[in-house]
């Protein structure tokens, strides 16, 4: 297996809306990062993928774009954005762009331009169709915030494709202009000394042209997965963005791969380097819906357990794994994935970051996740920002299809907003991310759970993952040893081994509340404790697990 930093690499992602406000306008901006540099830093990680911060109307939180290279009003200037390059680098933090490429703006100028007529020279920027004989939409997809995903144009009498809101109009990637605008887009970033970029739904680039209607779902419009999930043409387009700009620089690149299985995902990162360095697979977190994707239910062990021992398995040798609980489109990990009352959030905050860290793959924390930040009490619909969330209520209650009482617990459980209010950093006003009034609530825990406090105790869950971040650093076989799931079985215990050389770590988590029985193998019971969330004296013979315990066992 080829080493490579972006191997050896611990990312943070920052969603700067609500990371740290510097200017008191209540939104996070560039500014309020580059002022929080140095706790990264303490953190130990070392690079930060950064969640859209380009010129954006807001329809979709800076992933709507309309224009690339510019930096949003509420931000702040280019000149902030090179001060946090210099800054970050400086510390040896690496920063990763998001790329967001499928679509645009419908308010960026080629969209503008595009819609004036069917002559415009950026007329095949984008997806346009004629409507059918009745004047209804070509074709029955649905829209992933909901609606169908095509808009009528009066103008041209035509409709356009939107895969997501009818404000992020799909950008046509069979146009060869189209690739040499984003190419020399992304060129542009790199020449500035970027280090990588995360590519938000790179695998639904390439739609196939005849788009014909999808199996119909739960909201009455067809699914447009089949024919614009892993295109016809997405290989190829990733190859020739590769060639023309990735392999020029030394970056670090990761597909956002939505419907990724591992067959696809050997495609997309594969060992030989012609696409991306590794893609996020969606299987663990997509797998419980009851609604579309909203349910209210707690992943199961088992299927934790056989799904990412596939990727650990099927991927090793072939391609890279990226590891992660959440990220600005999931709830928090520690409510979804572990349990958020008072007596069990730090020790079930902790075994999760063990489980995920010690696993073969590059991790990624989340922003606040390393505080065990966790869900939001959401009390109505006016507490939403979300654009996926409000359309979901609408949708799903307010059409009539579900009752409140139904649908409630499952929005709160899996709302995006879980992940986007304010990062807790002190007690005092507003969790000390602003001085104004925050665009979005403060999870009202900020007066226990937040990073001074964190800091000033040893036990927190913040110094467990800077443990995490440094035990990575230190022992090889963390990152490029080979993976083994123990104790299959097991209803309570995700156990693991990784083997490099004549190093082998031994991981044991216990998943859930209750009490267990694991008996230690002899070969681990002379082994060293790497790290653990219980204080426990010896590691021998058969133990009882308290609740959500979890350790490492080390020896050569
Ligand atoms: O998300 C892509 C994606 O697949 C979404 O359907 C995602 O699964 C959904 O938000 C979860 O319900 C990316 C970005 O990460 C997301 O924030 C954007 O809204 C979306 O693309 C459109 O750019
Ligand atoms: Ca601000």
Not at 32 to 52: A, E, H, K, M
Not at 334 to 354: H, I, N, P, Q, W
Request: proline share 4%; hydrophobic share 30%.
């Amino acid at each position: 297996m080829n080493k490579a930093w972006w191997k050896e690499a611990v990312v943070y992602q920052i969603y700067p809306r609500s990371f740290m406000d510097g200017n008191g306008d209540g939104i996070g901006d560039l500014k309020g990062i580059t002022s929080r540099l140095d706790y990264l830093q303490t953190l130990g990680v070392d690079v930060v993928w950064l969640s859209p911060v380009y010129k954006s109307p807001n329809d979709d939180n800076g992933y709507d774009i309309s224009d690339y290279q510019d930096i949003m009003d509420e931000f702040g200037t280019m000149d902030d954005f090179d001060e946090m390059l210099r800054e970050a680098h400086r510390r040896g933090i690496r920063i990763v762009m998001d790329l967001v490429v499928n679509h645009t703006s419908d308010e960026h100028r080629w969209f503008v331009e595009s819609r004036k007529s069917r002559e415009n020279p950026y007329r095949d920027y984008y997806i346009w169709k004629n409507p059918k004989e009745d004047g209804s939409a070509p074709n029955n997809w649905g829209a992933c915030f909901g609606g169908s995903a095509w808009e009528y144009d009066e103008a041209t009498n035509m409709y356009y494709l939107h895969l997501f809101s009818k404000k992020q109009p799909d950008l046509n990637w069979e146009n060869a202009q189209v690739r040499k605008e984003v190419f020399d887009m992304m060129t542009w970033w790199c020449d500035k000394g970027i280090d990588g970029f995360r590519m938000d739904v790179i695998s639904m680039i390439s739609k196939t042209p005849e788009m014909p209607d999808g199996p119909v779902g739960d909201q009455g419009y067809g699914d447009f997965g089949p024919y614009s999930i892993h295109g016809p043409h997405v290989h190829d387009y990733l190859k020739e963005m590769n060639q023309k700009v990735l392999s020029k620089y030394d970056l670090m690149t990761v597909g956002e791969t939505a419907g990724v299985t591992v067959e696809e995902a050997k495609r997309y990162s594969g060992e030989d380097g012609h696409e991306l360095n590794m893609v996020f697979q969606f299987e663990h977190v997509e797998s419980d819906g009851k609604y579309g994707k909203w349910s209210d239910q707690r992943i199961p062990l088992s299927f934790l357990k056989e799904n990412l021992s596939k990727w650990q398995t099927e991927l090793y040798g072939n391609a890279w794994n990226s590891l992660y609980w959440d990220n600005h489109d999931q709830p928090r990990a520690v409510s979804r994935f572990g349990d958020d009352r008072a007596e069990y959030r730090e020790v079930s905050a902790k075994m999760l970051g063990t489980l995920l860290h010690m696993m073969q793959g590059t991790p990624y924390i989340y922003q606040g996740e390393e505080l065990g930040m966790t869900n939001y009490p959401f009390q109505s619909k006016a507490d939403f920002r979300d654009i996926e969330s409000i359309h979901a209520y609408e949708d799903w209650v307010e059409s009539g299809k579900v009752e409140h009482e139904d649908f409630w617990p499952c929005l709160l459980n899996k709302s995006r907003d879980n992940a986007r209010t304010p990062v807790q950093w002190d007690d005092t006003k507003n969790a000390g991310f602003t001085q104004g009034n925050p665009w979005i609530q403060v999870n009202p825990n900020y007066t226990d759970i937040n990073a001074k406090a964190e800091l000033e105790n040893p036990d927190s869950v913040f110094y467990y993952y800077q443990k995490l971040i440094k035990l990575r650093k230190e022992y090889p076989v963390i990152v490029y040893g080979k993976y083994e799931l123990q104790l299959a079985d097991d209803e309570n215990i995700f156990a693991y081994t990784r083997t490099l050389d004549d190093q082998r770590i031994f991981v044991v988590c216990n998943y859930n509340q209750s009490r267990c029985n694991i008996q230690i193998p002899s070969e681990f019971s002379k082994a060293e404790c790497l790290i653990a969330n219980y204080e426990r004296k010896c590691y021998e013979g058969t133990l009882e697990l308290k609740p959500y315990e979890a350790f490492v066992l080390y020896h050569k």
